[in-house]
Each structure stands twice: as C-alpha cells, then as structure tokens.
C-alpha cells in the first residue's frame, strides 16, 4: 500500500556530489520521520541523516557538513545532497520513513526502499 522508490544513485569521483531522492506513494495519511541509512559490504546499517515533518535534521558525524537533507512534503519526496564524496560513502543508500496510511491513522510504522548504489571510485 505504501512504496518507497529511490532514485540517484551511481559512480562519482572522490570529492563529487550526487543528489538522491526517496518519492512516497500510497495511501499515506502522515509521514512523520524522513531519512537515509547506508549499508557498505562487511559494515553495518549505519543512519545517514534524517528529518522530521517540522524539519529538524540530524546527521552521522561522518557527514556533517557535507551531506544535506531536505524534504517536500507537499511530494512527500526527502532528498540527501552529498557533496565531496570520499571513499568511505561506498554504500547502498537506504531511504526510510515513519508513515501511517489512511487506515491506520495515528499508528506509524517504518517504510523502506529497496536501495540505491552509490560507489564512490577513482
């Protein structure tokens, strides 16, 4: 009933940007909690950034300063620029959210895509 469908992913040279997208569809009431995991090979699921419908963000140390996330919530489409790519950003890139759909109002649950690869090569 409810699809996470992200986009952007790719190769980039150190020190490059991509900008990944997460569209939400269905039958959505709310999304509370917008935001990106990434899983790299022989690492664990580790938060990116994440925001919430009134806009707070929060960031992994690791990329503070680098990455920004934003949302539409007229779209309900979140957004992660990543800038200065490095190495380590090798990952697929998970997008998730806190949605409670039209026939379970005020009862959230955690959606998630199925990942977009972003590799990070010279």
């Known amino acids: 009933q409810v699809q996470l469908v992200e986009s952007g992913g790719g190769l980039v040279q150190p020190g490059g940007s991509l900008r990944l997208s997460c569209a939400a569809s269905?039958?959505?009431?709310?999304?509370?909690?917008m935001g990106w995991y990434r899983q790299a090979p022989g690492r664990q699921r580790e938060l990116v950034a994440r925001i919430s419908s009134g806009g707070p963000t929060n960031y992994v140390d690791s990329v503070k300063g680098r990455f920004t996330i934003s949302r539409d919530n007229a779209d309900n489409t979140v957004y992660l620029q990543m800038n200065s790519l490095k190495l380590d950003d090798t990952a697929v890139y998970l997008c998730?959210?806190?949605?409670?759909?039209?026939?379970?109002?005020?009862?959230?649950?955690?959606?998630w895509g199925k990942g977009t690869l972003v590799t990070v090569s010279s």
């Open positions: 269905g039958s959505i009431f709310s999304i509370n909690i």
């Open positions: 998730y959210a806190l949605i409670s759909t039209v026939q379970t109002m005020g009862v959230t649950r955690e959606y």
